[in-house]
Each structure stands twice: as structure tokens, then as C-alpha cells.
């Protein structure tokens, strides 16, 4: 009986491990917030995003699909775009054409050039406006 | 009542195996082959033609460096090739961001976020001399032992190429 609890207590903190690990995974979709260079889609603050991890590998990705890249400036950074174009005349073989939909404060691909498809790590395909404010809004109720 | 229960039960250890196995070679360190002579005499050192894939060396790729991406001169990479991603390329890390690189013609300047590769056998690699330093986000891994053929098992030690390089 004592095995049975410890086996599965041993099963679930495995899966609790893999599920939460800070590295990028296949099988994941994550959230987070982000800044100006979206606006309007996206907005400044308390916007929380939901990216899955698969289509990009799957080659599902075409121009105008939210994705998220890592940064080719700071590797430990990410952003959020939307990819303008796919490979082609003016974009060379195995890279994207990169832009946030503000096009005043964006830092894209018009400043460090066209994106290494290696470096898309999703595709973003739902959004929360306004999350912060709801979560801390239901913080505060409950404090 | 048996056998479906049984086959259920197996199901489920393999997928558990599965994806712990998974987890661990994308966080911690995995074993691939190397393939070409780009890097000899490091790896591969034989240069014939008819390498086959169970002579290629065998190396540990450790995954723990993808953590802040902190790399020194000399490392041995894995990255996703710039040119497309499906291919990963293995070469020794020359340059660092802000560091100015020598090649026969001029002095390139490595940007933030990237680094500049070259493999040891200068002869026949295709590296950073050819396109260009490559960003740091794809790097998939940093090799630090050799686990095949036995008669070279060890560690990789870092190997930092004299007067090409002048870092800031």
C-alpha cells in the first residue's frame, strides 16, 4: 500500500516537473504579457497571449499569423510580431519578414533584418485583453 | 479482463517514459551523432568518403547552457542552421557579441545577440565565413564529451584560434 502512494506520488511530481519546465517543449502552450509595439491588436499592459507550439514545425505558418520569435538581438528575450512575409523574392530562403502592428515604436524586421525561421518558437492564437486588471481585480476580492 | 487492462498498463509506462525522456534530452543533455569532416580532427577524424553512420562520433550535447545563453570562446556548438532551421550544424563558437572577427578579406564585427562559428577544419567547412555570425537563439546545445568510438572518449576542450580575434 505504502509503494502504491509513493509510486504515485513519484508519477505526479514527474509530470508537475515536465509540465512547468521553464524550457521551450513541444507539447506546451504558454502565456504571457506584452508591450506597445502591438497596438491596436494587443495592448500595453495586463494583455496575456496563448501560443502552441506546434504549427510552426509543422510548416502551418503563412503572413499575417501572430508569432512569437526569439529575439535575434538577445537571445534571453522574446517578442511577439506578426510575420509581413514568408520566403520569397525579397525575403531570402529559411527566414520571415517580421513586424509588430505598431509600426511608430516596433522594433522588427525593418531594424535587424529578416528573422531566421529557427528562431519562431509559436503561433499565437488566442488573447486575453485586459488579464492583469481581471487577476488583480480577483486578488482583490479574495484578500 | 486481462489483456486490456495489461495493454492499458504498458500503454502507460511507455508514454510516461516518453515524455520523461523527452524532457530530459531537451532540458538537460542529449546524445547525437556528428556528421562530415567540417570539425576534424576534433570529431571524425578520418576524412574518407565512405564515412558510414556507424562510424560518425557520438558526442554529449548539454542543454543546461540554453538556460541564460552564456557561451565562451572556444565552446562547440549545435545550432539550427540560418538557412533552414529542419538542418543543425555543429561548430566551434570564434566570436562573441561585440567582438571583431579577422577573415582573409576584412574584420567583420560580430552584432549583439550573435556569435561567430567556424569549424576546425577550415578546408571543407561551411561556417559564419559563409553566412555570416549567427544569432544566439539558435543554438540548440553545447558539446562537451565525446562518447564514441571508445578510443576518443573524453572531454572537448575549448580551443580559442590566436590573433583572429580582438574582443571588446
Redesign the interface.
Same mark, same amino acid.
Given at each position: 500500500m505504502e509503494n502504491h502512494g509513493r509510486e504515485a506520488m513519484a !508519477?505526479a511530481s @514527474? #509530470?508537475f516537473?515536465?509540465y512547468t #519546465? +521553464?524550457?521551450?517543449? *513541444?507539447y506546451r502552450p504558454t502565456m504571457s504579457v506584452l508591450g506597445p509595439s502591438m497596438l491596436p491588436t494587443l495592448s500595453i499592459t495586463g494583455d496575456v497571449v496563448l501560443v502552441e507550439r506546434l504549427s510552426h514545425r509543422l510548416g502551418k505558418l503563412g503572413s499575417g499569423d501572430l508569432v512569437r520569435v !526569439? #529575439? +535575434? =538581438?538577445? +537571445?534571453?528575450k522574446t517578442l511577439t510580431k506578426r510575420v509581413v512575409a514568408m520566403e520569397g523574392d525579397k525575403v +531570402?530562403? /529559411?527566414?520571415v519578414w517580421i513586424q509588430g502592428d505598431n509600426l511608430y515604436v516596433s522594433r522588427d524586421s525593418r531594424h535587424f533584418g529578416p528573422l531566421? *525561421? /529557427? =528562431? @519562431?518558437e509559436g503561433k499565437v492564437f488566442m488573447g486575453v485583453s485586459n488579464a492583469k486588471s481581471i487577476v488583480s481585480g480577483f486578488v482583490h476580492r479574495m484578500s | 479482463m486481462g489483456t486490456p487492462s495489461v495493454l492499458w498498463n504498458v500503454a502507460k509506462k511507455c508514454f510516461t517514459v516518453g515524455v520523461i525522456t523527452l524532457t530530459v534530452s531537451d532540458l538537460f543533455a542529449s546524445i547525437v551523432p556528428v556528421r562530415g569532416a567540417s570539425m576534424s580532427p576534433t570529431f571524425n577524424p578520418k576524412t574518407n568518403s565512405l564515412l558510414d553512420s556507424l562510424s560518425d562520433d557520438r558526442v554529449l550535447v548539454e542543454k543546461l547552457c540554453l538556460r541564460n545563453y552564456k557561451f565562451s570562446h572556444g565552446d562547440v556548438i549545435v545550432f539550427s542552421s540560418p538557412n533552414n532551421h529542419k538542418e543543425k550544424h555543429v561548430k566551434r563558437i570564434v566570436g562573441l557579441p561585440g567582438d571583431w572577427v579577422g577573415t582573409i578579406y576584412d574584420v567583420v564585427h560580430v552584432p549583439e545577440g550573435h556569435c561567430w562559428v567556424e569549424g576546425d577544419n577550415s578546408a571543407s567547412s561551411l561556417d559564419s565565413r559563409s553566412f555570416g555570425p549567427v544569432p544566439l537563439g539558435l543554438v540548440k546545445g553545447r558539446i562537451t564529451h565525446i562518447l564514441w568510438p571508445p578510443q576518443r572518449v573524453g572531454s572537448v576542450d575549448r580551443k580559442i584560434p590566436q590573433n583572429r580575434v580582438s574582443s571588446s
Open positions: !508519477r @514527474i #509530470s516537473a515536465c #519546465s +521553464p524550457m521551450p517543449t *513541444y !526569439r #529575439s +535575434p =538581438l538577445d +537571445p534571453n +531570402p530562403k /529559411g527566414h531566421p *525561421y /529557427g =528562431l @519562431i | -
